[in-house]
């Protein structure tokens, strides 16, 4: 990997800084996208010592905001023309209902909008590589139905935990269209339920007190990244796009996952929420 350029999101903590690590280990130039700069300088300037790696970067975005998604786009294209491995890792659990600066509910927005419109807005970087790679970070917790104008705003009564399996059906669709669309791109989509992974993000509903008792039956975020770095890394994976994995081999999601006409609604209306032309993906 040391002549490859990944970007990882959500980078300073967890299974991201995880995934950035174990990339930088492999020499890989490593862009770290945070959104809080002093948590992800000093997770930076870890990931440095403990490599050896120094071609490691650091650019900020808040994934709420679409803007904030463009000008991380524009930040990463003014430095690098090419992109080898995209690692959409980033996402958010809440406890009450909150909209984005764009007016959506919170949890679609980061762990679905926010990775759909940058992985769009990095395409040609990703087709200048030889082999690019996307890589979904998606869960195990998947909707069984997808109500698309249901989806953008907070349900009442709101749990968080349906907004999140909501989001990540969302992912794991998008994963599925958009394999089919760059078929003939070089470019792998894949998406991928990294385990059961103790983090402070997969905790959050767990009381305090039980939190000692939780980690010793959840496994560390280095092992939730094993498998981000096979699909980034491996040569395997780099011939295979389209697919779920979990415990590093590909498994079905839920059956309105398959469903095609809901796929391209789905991406349709996509393009629509996060303002991008209709012909996103046109490579040449």
């Not at 209902?97 to 679905?112: C, H, K, R």
């Not at 939780?214 to 939730?224: C, D, V, W």
């Not at 779920?244 to 839920?254: D, P």
Request: glycine residues 8%.
């Amino acid at each position: 990997m040391k002549d490859k350029v990944c970007m990882v999101t959500g980078a300073n903590s967890g299974i991201g800084f995880a995934a950035a690590k174990g990339l930088a280990e492999r020499g890989a130039a490593v862009v770290m996208v945070c959104r809080n700069r002093e948590r992800g300088e000093e997770a930076r300037q870890e990931i440095v010592r403990q490599t050896g790696n120094e071609r490691i970067e650091l650019l900020l975005c808040d994934l709420s905001s679409l803007r904030s998604v463009r000008d991380l786009s524009e930040a990463f294209r003014a430095r690098w023309d090419r992109l080898d491995v995209l690692v959409n890792n980033a996402g958010g659990l809440f406890d009450r209902p909150q909209t984005s600066a764009d007016g959506f509910e919170l949890t679609f927005a980061v762990n679905y909008l926010a990775p759909f419109l940058l992985t769009h807005l990095l395409l040609d970087r990703l087709q200048a590589s030889d082999n690019g790679r996307i890589v979904n970070v998606a869960s195990v917790m998947q909707a069984k139905t997808l109500d698309l104008d249901a989806a953008i705003v907070p349900q009442a009564p709101y749990s968080g935990f349906s907004a999140y399996r909501t989001a990540k059906l969302a992912v794991i669709m998008a994963t599925y269209f958009m394999a089919g669309r760059l078929a003939d791109s070089g470019i792998a989509v894949n998406a991928l339920h990294p385990g059961v992974i103790y983090t402070p993000q997969s905790t959050r509903g767990v009381p305090g007190f039980l939190r000692p008792l939780a980690k010793l039956f959840m496994s560390p975020p280095e092992r939730g990244a094993r498998l981000i770095l096979q699909l980034a890394a491996s040569p395997e994976a780099g011939a295979s796009s389209g697919k779920y994995y979990a415990g590093s081999r590909a498994v079905s999601t839920v059956p309105v996952s398959y469903d095609s006409r809901l796929q391209r609604e789905l991406y349709e209306r996509s393009l629509q929420w996060t303002g991008l032309p209709e012909d996103a993906i046109v490579l040449d």
